[in-house]
């Protein structure tokens, strides 16, 4: 069964540092998510991705952050001046449409980031 | 905006026993999806069942199904003949039918099942 999958599992950075997350969506999806579940808390959307676009965006998806398809196959989640309250477990999501149109999110295994 | 409440940090279940997780939401769409996924050590988030707002019918998935209770806004999920790998965190998500394409998640429950 097609899986969305995330690399790296765990990241370790220092604050101020850039660092990028990538997930390689299901094949024939074309709606792309992240999300974040910071440590005891619940998971919270950050933004979707959609024909080479942002569709949508948290009010968390400050310019920090930014996303990016650089090919076929993978998605990105670029932040560009860590904080320590960065430090999460990021997920990437993916669908064949939006879930308005009856589809459903798949998620990866997550990368979980710590910011030290 | 919408919320998705879990009102049930933790809940335990002896193994082949039945156990109901709760979760209710507040909304003024009419239409809307409703999801629990499942969180186990491993991290990774398992869809478990899905429920269209429209659909009257409880959804059902093997010894997962839910009590949709529509105007209550109440969102339940019954396990039955409980496993030890259905130990697990387990979130309610809330997904809007036209507008947002973010889903609401809960803060969870964390299932443990006693052998």
């Known amino acids: 069964e097609p899986e969305v999958t995330q690399t790296p599992s765990h990241q370790v950075t220092q604050m101020g540092q850039e660092v990028i997350l990538r997930c390689v969506p299901i094949?024939?999806?074309?709606?792309f998510y992240w999300y974040r579940q910071i440590l005891g808390q619940k998971v919270e959307f950050l933004v979707s991705?959609?024909?080479?676009?942002?569709?949508?965006k948290s009010e968390i998806f400050d310019d920090q952050f930014s996303v990016e398809r650089p090919d076929g196959s993978n998605f990105t989640l670029k932040i560009r001046s860590t904080k320590l309250e960065d430090s999460a477990m990021y997920f990437c999501?993916?669908?064949?449409?939006?879930?308005?149109?009856?589809?459903?999110?798949?998620f990866g295994p997550g990368t979980r980031l710590l910011v030290l | 905006a919408q919320t998705v409440t879990q009102s049930q940090p933790e809940m335990s279940v002896q193994e082949a026993e039945t156990v109901t997780l709760s979760c209710t939401y507040d909304?003024?769409?009419?239409?809307?999806?409703l999801f629990w996924y499942k969180q186990p050590p491993s991290r990774q988030m398992i869809l478990v069942i899905r429920?269209?707002?429209?659909?009257?019918q409880n959804a059902t998935e093997n010894r997962f199904s839910v009590n949709f209770q529509k105007a209550a806004k109440s969102f339940s999920l019954k396990i039955s003949d409980s496993q030890l790998g259905d130990a697990a965190m387990y979130f309610c998500?809330?997904?809007?039918?036209?507008?947002?394409?973010?889903?609401?998640f809960g803060k969870g429950t964390h299932l443990i099942i006693q052998p």
């Open positions: 999501a993916s669908s064949t449409a939006r879930v308005g149109l009856q589809e459903t999110q798949y």
């Open positions: 094949s024939n999806h074309l709606y």
């Open positions: 991705f959609y024909n080479n676009e942002i569709s949508e």
């Open positions: 909304t003024s769409e009419s239409d809307y999806y």
């Open positions: 429920q269209e707002a429209y659909k009257q």
């Open positions: 998500a809330y997904g809007s039918g036209g507008g947002a394409d973010g889903l609401t």
